[in-house]
């Protein structure tokens, strides 16, 4: 099946530091891949989609500034969470789309929880 | 945007019993998927079913787009079956958009 890993898993850090998650697929290539977030007993929310080669389109509401998304291959999509916050503790789930021919499945990653002190 | 609904919110059940959970959705899609979030915060993709009836062991779902909802069908339930089950829609290439998700509890 279509395997995508995320690192690290959990990630504790200080107010004002910058932590870096990396989202991959393991087995196929991914295009498009989509940053989500979750907080304690809630649903996942859509943050950014991020597009191989090109920028990423985030969604309303979420600072591109802050949550900087780089997708510099087709198995690679990275997301900087800059200068974090104590309200930016969160668990971060990203996905990859499994596409073909009138196919269009997504497989998420086991997720990071981000804590900040 | 698409608004998808989920019911149960909250499901308790005796190991062995079965369970109907329920997701709505307000307009067209193009696919649809279920999930089972474990405690651990992992999605386990359980059924990709823009339409029809699928069956994998013990679970199985219904999707009839044209009324848009879809049903996934849990029998013989086991404690392991415990944690958070949502359903989500896109069309095309898009994002998925989330239910709330329906909390089920297996007791042993």
């Known amino acids: 099946g279509a395997v995508v890993s995320q690192h690290p898993s959990r990630v504790i850090c200080k107010s004002g530091t910058s932590v870096k998650i990396e989202c991959r697929s393991l087995d196929f290539q991914a295009t498009t891949m989509f940053w989500y977030r979750q907080f304690p007993k809630q649903s996942l929310m859509l943050m950014a989609t991020?597009?191989?080669?090109?920028?990423?389109?985030?969604e309303q509401g979420v600072e591109k500034d802050k949550f900087l998304i780089n997708h510099a291959s087709l198995t690679l999509s990275t997301l900087t969470v800059t200068s974090a916050h104590p309200e930016d503790s969160s668990f971060y789930i990203c996905?990859?789309?499994?596409?073909?021919?009138?196919?269009?499945?997504?497989?998420f990653g086991p997720g990071t929880r981000l804590t900040v002190l | 945007g698409i608004q998808v609904e989920q019911s149960p919110p909250d499901l308790i059940l005796q190991e062995g019993a079965n369970s109907t959970l329920r997701c709505n959705f307000s307009d067209s899609v193009n696919n649809l998927q279920w999930f089972h979030q474990n405690p651990w915060g992992q999605l386990i993709n359980l059924f990709y079913i823009p339409s029809g009836t699928k069956q994998n062991g013990r679970l199985s779902a219904t999707t009839v787009a044209t009324e848009r909802y879809s049903l996934l069908y849990i029998s013989s339930s086991q404690t392991t079956d415990s944690g958070v089950y949502f359903c989500?829609?896109?069309?095309?290439?898009?994002?998925?958009?989330f239910g709330s998700g329906t909390r089920l509890q297996v007791q042993p």
């Open positions: 989500a829609v896109n069309t095309g290439r898009r994002a998925l958009t």
């Open positions: 991020s597009n191989e080669g090109s920028k990423a389109t985030y």
């Open positions: 996905s990859a789309r499994l596409g073909g021919a009138g196919y269009n499945e997504q497989f």
